[in-house]
């Protein structure tokens, strides 16, 4: 592919839908955060679209991909532009659909809540508060995220603690879906089905319309407790996870020194040095789990957001602004050579295995846990802080990792394969067979797509010629 | 102890409050569902106290307690009396305090829920319904135990598959207990002081005052669903127990043939010989649920309450009042040679290792297992129905699982210890110490005050001298 789009016939095909092809606004529109990652900031540096299209409806919408399909230009869809893999940055150019525009909450009723792709996490929870209810999980970009961007691009987060991931049964409740074809059709996915759209960066579709579970909303308490180890915050951590009546929504462990040395606003609440625990508690759930924190000598509470006074409050980023993909986004404000990892450490290792490895890495590595529900069980989702030297060094770094037995999602790779399980989602492949004949969602993704003998255990990246082509042809 | 208790006297100190000492009331009071187990119905038939009393404030309670202080009569509290160990029989006589008229709902908030102690576990919930929520937790004799009743002698129940047991952090929030002293006092219990009076039998204090955690409220779907094999059964209900984000709030296993020949209103919906998955789901899990259960090839939907004829609904009990102890209940009904045990199972059995204890006492025993978290872990309880032949059988066959590895929560003794942990609860009995000097509240229920020096590993009773003087006394 090159950038041979006719994106004048586009235009005028698509008639008053609004669009925007200033280059400057379009590359900004075609970015994420991409370059939390050295690998991919180098990569990804040209990427950008030729046209955003804001769509307001879902017949905009069918209107914008019949006219795609018609002249044979990629679509890539868009939410709030918060992912961290690139998953919305059209690698070969063309069209960036760009549906913050469709934000609307549909309905709310007991235990659901139906949106438009593009309303942001934070605005749906603030609909659902009036009836008691929020969304069971968020990543820590709530604020500027969209729920479709999240199902499509997200794979769980804060809430994941008590719910799991997005892709467990019953996370998800509904997916609305366009095909991009000559004529457009809408899907509706449900149960076993749901299972071929989400997580799949919107190669397969575009969601138009998203039901959700919803959970109790409470006025979640914010907590900070301090370590003098990572070790003895991790072990805190997993056994306060594992207490079932303490109704808990975000469980973070990050090592010393980075909480004072990256978290600016909260650094006077914590000491140099010290390893934290992050914690949101509901209400009813903060004089058991003070109790519980008694057993533990080491514990010392740095911070509690219901007994601090307002003016200490002031300024300070929500809690879960300090966690997840927040911990990086901290990390690296403060020293650009900071990069990350995405982790999956061996069920029967535990703490062991995690101490292991950060033992290992230590003088370029800082531990960041992220306490999960898998499988009905308690985990630990590791994001370590990773000093960047060289992208061979890194790569070590992560193949040292699944030598010794965990699993990487790797957080510097652009396709879903690379990112994920690290072979062909045939269920995922399938889907877009049936919803993108021409293979121009979100194009160079999906490698089962793109190239179906591609072999994931040679332990190289797959490099997309679309974005080659593009690179060159942006250049020329 | 004999029977040398003033009645009149005491009946003079308490004044107006209410009370009935017509002996064949007394002795109707005087029981709960103790004949679930052949042992105890033996030895606890002629149990009864002397005289009820039925307070309605807790001022009256103080008063009574006063009373039987300066009297040495002892006080045994009650609520619904739908404990089966036993717990609110008055093994030596004295007063029974019914509770029950002390039933107030007094505050509702997010969360939260404070009651008087008599109140029923579903009135509870119905007052709280209004704010959308309800209890994490009840027993299967949720229409008439009381939510003291509960805490002070059951352990979990319906609930107990997303919040753990009553034991746990968070699942009580907090207790207010009189002293049995010359003048009560009331002690407020929460955090790590609950395990002072929870599960205690009301031995080391009256409890007054409950407040309990809420969750939120859903109209649950029962559904029920049919194997042909009681593994299968079990293998699909660990799966389920195992999806986090599929939200149930009941998940039981009954082995072929005792769901066709013992749930009575039930069973033409379950063919001969099937074993059965009843389960609580919450109405936006229901699709989910499904999708995941059509990976299971020989599971079959028997019976779905959301989709069923209200005429079919009539005359149908309650679903979760076919689980946990109502299983043995139905069961008893049909054919009075069953009883039962409890039982828990080492965690790294699993499976296995049920089967291997269900093949071996296949002819004696028919497997029931609930499905709860423990420890942030799913795991399985035991209730197993049992063919009662004799004691010595019964015994072995408890002793049987033990020596295989699992934990026995005797049903066929009365007291704390041999019901329970099998060891001192140092804990309760120090509360004790402060709560009962004179050893009046509940007598002959913690081994620990009664016979500090018994030995739990010689695997003999404990037999409480109080219970047999009184018996004593009460043929001559």
């Known amino acids: 592919m090159s950038r041979a789009y006719d994106i004048a016939a586009f235009l005028s095909l698509i008639g008053s839908i609004k669009s925007e092809d200033n280059p400057a606004l379009v590359k900004q529109k075609s970015r994420d955060f991409y370059w939390y990652s050295p690998v991919l900031k180098r990569e990804l540096a040209s990427v950008t679209a030729d046209v955003v299209v804001t ?103 804060v809430g994941s603690i008590t719910w799991g991931g997005l ?88 090592a010393g020194p980075a909480p004072h040395a990256y978290f ?56 879960y602004e300090l966690a997840w993909n927040h911990t990086t986004l901290r990390a690296l404000r403060v020293d650009p050579a900071i990069t990350y990892l995405q982790v999956r450490y061996p069920e029967d290792g535990g703490l062991a295995f995690i101490k292991r490895l950060h033992e290992k ?19 630990f989702a590791g994001l370590p802080l990773v000093r960047f030297t060289t992208e061979e060094r890194l790569n070590e770094i992560m193949a040292e990792h699944e030598d010794m037995g965990a699993m990487i999602f790797n957080p510097h790779r652009y396709t879903l394969e690379e990112g994920g399980m690290k072979q062909t989602d045939a269920t995922q492949l399938a889907f877009k067979r049936e919803t993108d004949p021409d293979g121009l969602l979100n194009p160079g993704k999906m490698i089962a797509w793109e190239d179906p003998d591609f072999d994931f255990s040679a332990r190289k990246n797959f490099l997309f010629p679309g974005l080659e082509a593009r690179a060159l042809a942006v250049q020329s």
Chains 1, 2 share one sequence.
């Open 55 to 157: 769509p307001k409806t879902e017949v905009e919408v069918a209107t914008v991909l019949a006219a795609a399909h018609e002249l044979k230009i990629p679509v890539t869809a868009r939410g709030g532009g918060t992912g961290n893999y690139g998953q919305a940055m059209p690698l070969t150019g063309g069209v960036l659909l760009n549906l913050i525009e469709m934000n609307k909450v549909l309905s709310i009723r007991s235990g659901r809540v139906v949106c438009e792709p593009g309303a942001l996490l934070g605005e749906v929870d603030k609909a659902t508060a009036a009836s008691g209810q929020e969304l069971r999980m968020f990543p820590s970009t709530r604020a500027t995220a969209t729920v479709a961007g999240f199902v499509a691009g997200g794979s769980g987060g």
């Open 167 to 254: 892709r467990d049964f019953g996370n998800v409740l509904r997916l609305r879906v366009l095909t991009l074809e000559a004529e457009p059709r809408a899907l509706e996915l449900t149960g076993e089905d749901l299972h071929k759209a989400v997580h799949a960066y919107g190669t397969n579709g575009v969601i138009t319309e998203v039901e959700m579970p919803l959970a109790p909303q409470y006025d979640w308490i914010e907590l900070i407790l301090g370590f003098d180890k990572f070790e003895a915050a991790s072990a805190y951590a997993l056994a306060l996870a594992e207490q079932d009546g303490i109704l808990k929504k975000l469980l973070t462990v990050v």
């Open 264 to 319: 600016l606003r909260h650094r006077s609440l914590i000491p140099s040095g010290k390893s934290v625990v992050l914690a949101l508690v509901a209400p009813h759930a903060l004089d058991p789990l003070e109790a519980f924190t008694r057993h533990f000598k080491d514990a010392q509470f740095l911070f509690n957001s219901s007994r601090a006074a307002p003016e200490a409050l002031q300024g300070l980023p929500p809690i």
């Open 361 to 379: 890495f230590a003088s370029e590595m800082v531990g960041h846990l992220e306490l999960i529900r898998f499988n009905g069980r308690i985990g």
